[in-house]
Protein backbone atom coordinates (compact mmCIF):
# COMPACT_ATOMS: atom_id res chain seq x y z
CA UNK A 1 0.00 0.00 0.00
CA UNK A 2 1.89 2.66 -1.27
CA UNK A 3 0.97 5.85 0.05
CA UNK A 4 2.98 8.33 -1.53
CA UNK A 5 2.69 10.83 1.39
CA UNK A 6 6.37 12.34 1.22
CA UNK A 7 6.80 14.29 4.47
CA UNK A 8 7.66 18.24 4.56
CA UNK A 9 10.91 18.44 5.76
CA UNK A 10 12.39 21.94 7.30
CA UNK A 11 16.25 22.19 6.22
CA UNK A 12 18.43 25.02 7.79
CA UNK A 13 22.39 25.87 7.38
CA UNK A 14 23.99 22.69 5.17
CA UNK A 15 26.66 20.92 6.79
CA UNK A 16 30.16 20.00 6.13
CA UNK A 17 32.09 17.46 7.86
CA UNK A 18 35.70 17.24 6.97
CA UNK A 19 37.65 14.56 8.11
CA UNK A 20 41.24 14.77 8.18
CA UNK A 21 43.89 12.61 8.77
CA UNK A 22 47.28 14.17 9.60
CA UNK A 23 50.51 12.80 7.17
CA UNK A 24 52.84 12.09 10.22
CA UNK A 25 55.45 11.20 8.77
CA UNK A 26 55.45 14.29 6.27
CA UNK A 27 54.78 16.84 9.28
CA UNK A 28 57.99 14.92 11.20
CA UNK A 29 60.06 15.73 8.14
CA UNK A 30 59.33 19.06 7.89
CA UNK A 31 61.53 21.98 9.27
CA UNK A 32 60.06 23.80 12.75
CA UNK A 33 59.93 27.00 10.99
CA UNK A 34 57.35 25.13 8.33
CA UNK A 35 55.12 23.85 11.32
CA UNK A 36 55.22 27.15 13.19
CA UNK A 37 53.94 28.83 9.68
CA UNK A 38 51.39 25.87 8.63
CA UNK A 39 50.39 26.19 12.48
CA UNK A 40 49.82 30.00 12.23
CA UNK A 41 47.85 29.88 9.01
CA UNK A 42 45.59 27.21 10.65
CA UNK A 43 45.14 29.23 13.58
CA UNK A 44 44.03 32.10 11.24
CA UNK A 45 41.41 30.28 9.67
CA UNK A 46 40.18 29.28 12.84
CA UNK A 47 39.97 33.20 14.13
CA UNK A 48 38.09 33.72 11.14
CA UNK A 49 35.57 30.78 11.62
CA UNK A 50 35.12 32.28 14.50
CA UNK A 51 34.13 35.62 13.82
CA UNK A 52 31.81 33.65 11.81
CA UNK A 53 30.11 32.28 14.34
CA UNK A 54 30.21 35.60 16.54
CA UNK A 55 27.88 37.20 13.56
CA UNK A 56 25.65 34.32 13.59
CA UNK A 57 26.17 33.56 9.75
CA UNK A 58 27.47 29.89 10.76
CA UNK A 59 28.87 27.61 13.42
CA UNK A 60 32.04 25.83 13.18
CA UNK A 61 34.13 23.05 15.18
CA UNK A 62 37.14 21.14 15.64
CA UNK A 63 37.92 17.68 17.07
CA UNK A 64 40.33 15.11 17.22
CA UNK A 65 39.45 11.90 16.28
CA UNK A 66 40.09 8.51 18.07
CA UNK A 67 41.08 5.49 16.67
CA UNK A 68 42.75 5.13 12.65
CA UNK A 69 39.35 6.34 10.66
CA UNK A 70 40.75 9.88 11.04
CA UNK A 71 42.66 12.28 13.20
CA UNK A 72 40.43 15.24 12.99
CA UNK A 73 37.14 16.40 12.33
CA UNK A 74 36.32 19.86 10.89
CA UNK A 75 32.49 20.38 11.46
CA UNK A 76 30.82 23.59 9.20
CA UNK A 77 27.39 25.15 8.97
CA UNK A 78 26.97 27.91 6.77
CA UNK A 79 23.86 29.02 5.32
CA UNK A 80 24.67 28.11 1.29
CA UNK A 81 26.73 25.82 -0.25
CA UNK A 82 28.43 27.92 -2.20
CA UNK A 83 30.17 29.22 1.51
CA UNK A 84 30.73 25.25 2.19
CA UNK A 85 32.93 25.07 -1.05
CA UNK A 86 34.97 28.07 -0.47
CA UNK A 87 35.90 26.78 3.26
CA UNK A 88 37.36 23.63 1.72
CA UNK A 89 39.01 25.67 -0.85
CA UNK A 90 40.94 27.83 1.53
CA UNK A 91 41.62 25.21 3.87
CA UNK A 92 43.17 23.43 0.71
CA UNK A 93 45.40 26.45 -0.03
CA UNK A 94 46.85 26.35 3.59
CA UNK A 95 50.11 24.85 4.28
CA UNK A 96 48.73 23.12 6.99
CA UNK A 97 46.60 21.21 4.30
CA UNK A 98 49.46 19.99 2.58
CA UNK A 99 49.70 17.77 5.97
CA UNK A 100 46.48 16.14 5.72
CA UNK A 101 44.43 13.61 3.66
CA UNK A 102 41.75 13.60 3.26
CA UNK A 103 39.76 10.36 4.28
CA UNK A 104 36.36 11.10 4.73
CA UNK A 105 33.62 14.16 4.14
CA UNK A 106 29.90 14.32 4.80
CA UNK A 107 27.35 17.02 2.87
CA UNK A 108 23.86 17.09 4.51
CA UNK A 109 21.68 19.82 5.33
CA UNK A 110 20.13 20.80 9.06
CA UNK A 111 17.03 19.21 8.36
CA UNK A 112 13.83 18.89 11.25
CA UNK A 113 11.27 16.76 9.72
CA UNK A 114 7.99 18.42 10.97
CA UNK A 115 6.85 14.83 12.43
CA UNK A 116 5.44 17.29 15.21
CA UNK A 117 4.50 20.33 14.55
CA UNK A 118 1.84 23.02 15.70
CA UNK A 119 -0.82 22.63 12.81
CA UNK A 120 -1.28 26.67 11.45
CA UNK A 121 1.89 27.61 12.47
CA UNK A 122 4.82 28.83 10.15
CA UNK A 123 7.39 26.70 11.70
CA UNK A 124 10.19 28.53 10.27
CA UNK A 125 8.46 31.83 12.45
CA UNK A 126 9.25 30.06 15.84
CA UNK A 127 12.36 30.82 17.99
CA UNK A 128 12.69 27.14 18.98
CA UNK A 129 12.42 26.12 15.20
CA UNK A 130 15.13 28.71 14.22
CA UNK A 131 17.40 27.82 17.37
CA UNK A 132 17.46 24.24 16.01
CA UNK A 133 18.07 24.67 12.43
CA UNK A 134 20.74 27.11 12.62
CA UNK A 135 21.99 25.97 15.42
CA UNK A 136 25.69 27.52 16.82
CA UNK A 137 27.28 23.96 17.80
CA UNK A 138 27.79 23.12 21.74
CA UNK A 139 31.49 23.84 22.88
CA UNK A 140 30.78 19.63 24.85
CA UNK A 141 33.75 17.99 25.22
CA UNK A 142 32.71 14.63 22.63
CA UNK A 143 31.50 14.19 19.15
CA UNK A 144 30.12 11.56 17.45
CA UNK A 145 29.23 11.03 13.85
CA UNK A 146 27.64 8.49 11.97
CA UNK A 147 25.22 8.23 9.10
CA UNK A 148 21.99 6.24 8.40
CA UNK A 149 19.58 5.49 6.50
CA UNK A 150 15.79 3.90 6.61
CA UNK A 151 15.61 0.74 5.50
CA UNK A 152 13.88 -0.31 2.39
CA UNK A 153 13.95 -3.97 2.30
CA UNK A 154 11.08 -6.31 1.63
CA UNK A 155 8.13 -5.88 4.69
CA UNK A 156 10.67 -3.26 6.56
CA UNK A 157 10.59 -0.25 3.88
CA UNK A 158 9.63 3.00 5.92
CA UNK A 159 8.81 4.57 2.84
CA UNK A 160 5.96 2.27 2.50
CA UNK A 161 4.39 3.46 5.42
CA UNK A 162 1.85 5.74 6.34
CA UNK A 163 2.02 8.74 7.62
CA UNK A 164 0.72 8.44 10.75
CA UNK A 165 2.57 4.89 11.31
CA UNK A 166 5.69 6.75 10.73
CA UNK A 167 4.93 9.63 12.87
CA UNK A 168 3.72 7.46 15.69
CA UNK A 169 7.15 5.77 15.48
CA UNK A 170 8.91 9.19 15.13
CA UNK A 171 7.28 10.14 18.25
CA UNK A 172 8.46 7.08 20.27
CA UNK A 173 12.07 7.99 19.19
CA UNK A 174 11.55 11.75 20.37
CA UNK A 175 10.38 10.26 23.92
CA UNK A 176 13.64 8.17 24.13
CA UNK A 177 15.87 11.36 22.95
CA UNK A 178 13.70 13.31 25.44
CA UNK A 179 15.27 11.53 28.09
CA UNK A 180 19.21 12.73 27.12
CA UNK A 181 18.10 16.14 27.34
CA UNK A 182 20.64 18.57 28.61
CA UNK A 183 23.11 15.56 28.18
CA UNK A 184 23.00 14.89 24.27
CA UNK A 185 22.33 17.38 21.86
CA UNK A 186 21.71 15.87 17.94
CA UNK A 187 21.85 17.79 14.70
CA UNK A 188 20.33 15.57 11.91
CA UNK A 189 22.10 16.63 8.95
CA UNK A 190 19.47 15.17 5.70
CA UNK A 191 21.40 13.97 3.17
CA UNK A 192 19.42 12.49 0.34
CA UNK A 193 20.39 13.82 -3.25
CA UNK A 194 23.44 15.16 -1.35
CA UNK A 195 25.69 12.07 0.20
CA UNK A 196 25.82 8.59 0.31
CA UNK A 197 23.42 8.20 2.94
CA UNK A 198 19.92 9.43 4.18
CA UNK A 199 21.42 11.36 7.07
CA UNK A 200 24.50 12.10 9.13
CA UNK A 201 23.41 12.07 12.51
CA UNK A 202 25.98 14.53 15.05
CA UNK A 203 25.77 13.87 18.28
CA UNK A 204 27.72 15.87 21.24
CA UNK A 205 28.28 15.04 24.91
CA UNK A 206 30.34 15.86 27.90
CA UNK A 207 30.66 12.01 28.84
CA UNK A 208 31.42 9.64 26.01
CA UNK A 209 29.69 7.32 27.41
CA UNK A 210 26.09 9.11 26.99
CA UNK A 211 26.27 7.95 22.92
CA UNK A 212 26.78 4.31 24.12
CA UNK A 213 23.66 4.62 26.00
CA UNK A 214 21.29 6.69 23.87
CA UNK A 215 22.54 4.81 20.69
CA UNK A 216 22.08 1.69 22.57
CA UNK A 217 18.60 2.20 23.83
CA UNK A 218 17.34 3.90 20.39
CA UNK A 219 17.86 0.37 19.04
CA UNK A 220 15.50 -1.41 20.85
CA UNK A 221 13.11 1.55 19.50
CA UNK A 222 11.32 -0.28 16.44
CA UNK A 223 12.07 3.18 14.23
CA UNK A 224 15.98 1.83 14.71
CA UNK A 225 15.39 -1.48 15.33
CA UNK A 226 13.09 -2.51 12.50
CA UNK A 227 14.54 0.31 9.81
CA UNK A 228 17.53 1.61 10.70
CA UNK A 229 20.76 0.90 8.81
CA UNK A 230 24.03 2.09 10.06
CA UNK A 231 27.24 3.63 8.39
CA UNK A 232 30.67 3.77 10.23
CA UNK A 233 30.51 5.15 13.80
CA UNK A 234 33.48 8.25 14.41
CA UNK A 235 33.82 9.46 17.91
CA UNK A 236 36.34 12.30 18.64
CA UNK A 237 37.34 14.84 21.81
CA UNK A 238 36.90 18.83 21.53
CA UNK A 239 39.84 20.54 20.79
CA UNK A 240 40.68 24.19 21.28
CA UNK A 241 43.20 26.39 19.14
CA UNK A 242 45.53 25.91 22.26
CA UNK A 243 44.92 21.83 22.27
CA UNK A 244 45.10 21.94 18.51
CA UNK A 245 48.70 23.97 19.07
CA UNK A 246 49.66 21.35 21.38
CA UNK A 247 48.79 18.25 19.64
CA UNK A 248 50.89 19.80 16.72
CA UNK A 249 53.93 20.38 18.83
CA UNK A 250 56.61 17.87 17.83
C1 LIG B 1 19.01 13.95 22.03
C2 LIG B 1 18.31 13.02 21.51
C3 LIG B 1 17.32 13.04 20.39
C4 LIG B 1 16.08 13.66 20.33
C5 LIG B 1 15.44 14.51 21.40
C6 LIG B 1 15.51 13.33 19.05
C7 LIG B 1 14.24 13.74 18.66
C8 LIG B 1 13.82 13.63 17.34
C9 LIG B 1 12.54 14.08 16.83
C10 LIG B 1 11.46 14.74 17.71
C11 LIG B 1 12.50 13.83 15.49
C12 LIG B 1 11.34 14.12 14.51
C13 LIG B 1 11.16 15.54 14.23
C14 LIG B 1 12.43 16.26 13.87
O1 LIG B 1 12.87 17.01 14.73
O2 LIG B 1 12.98 16.01 12.80
C15 LIG B 1 13.76 13.25 15.14
C16 LIG B 1 14.13 12.90 13.84
C17 LIG B 1 15.23 12.12 13.55
N1 LIG B 1 16.11 11.58 14.46
FE1 LIG B 1 16.20 11.99 16.42
N2 LIG B 1 16.40 12.55 18.35
C18 LIG B 1 17.50 12.34 19.14
C19 LIG B 1 18.63 11.58 18.86
C20 LIG B 1 18.74 10.87 17.67
C21 LIG B 1 19.72 9.83 17.41
C22 LIG B 1 20.74 9.33 18.41
C23 LIG B 1 19.52 9.38 16.13
C24 LIG B 1 20.23 8.24 15.45
C25 LIG B 1 19.32 7.01 15.48
C26 LIG B 1 19.93 5.83 16.16
O3 LIG B 1 19.22 4.82 16.38
O4 LIG B 1 21.12 5.85 16.45
C27 LIG B 1 18.46 10.15 15.56
C28 LIG B 1 18.01 10.02 14.26
C29 LIG B 1 17.00 10.80 13.75
C30 LIG B 1 16.67 10.85 12.36
C31 LIG B 1 17.43 10.11 11.25
C32 LIG B 1 15.58 11.69 12.22
C33 LIG B 1 14.86 12.03 10.91
C34 LIG B 1 13.92 10.88 10.64
C35 LIG B 1 12.98 11.02 9.48
O5 LIG B 1 12.49 9.95 9.04
O6 LIG B 1 12.74 12.13 9.01
N3 LIG B 1 17.98 11.02 16.52
N4 LIG B 1 14.53 13.07 16.28
Redesign the pocket.
Known sequence: MSTNEA?L?LEGWYTYHDFRKINWEKWKKATQEERDAAVDELQGLIRTWEANEQEQAGSTTVYSILGHKADLVFMFLRPTMQELDAIKTAFNKTKFADFTDVDYSYISVV??????HNPGEDPKSNPHVRE?LYPILPKWEHICF?P?N?KRDGQDN?YMLTMQE?QEM?RS??M???K??GR???I?G?SVGFDDW??G?T?FANDPLEFKH??YE??F?E??ARY?E?GNFLVGNRVTSESLQAMLQL
Open positions: LTELSNYVRYMKWRMHGIGRYAVKQIGEWVLIVMRDVSGF
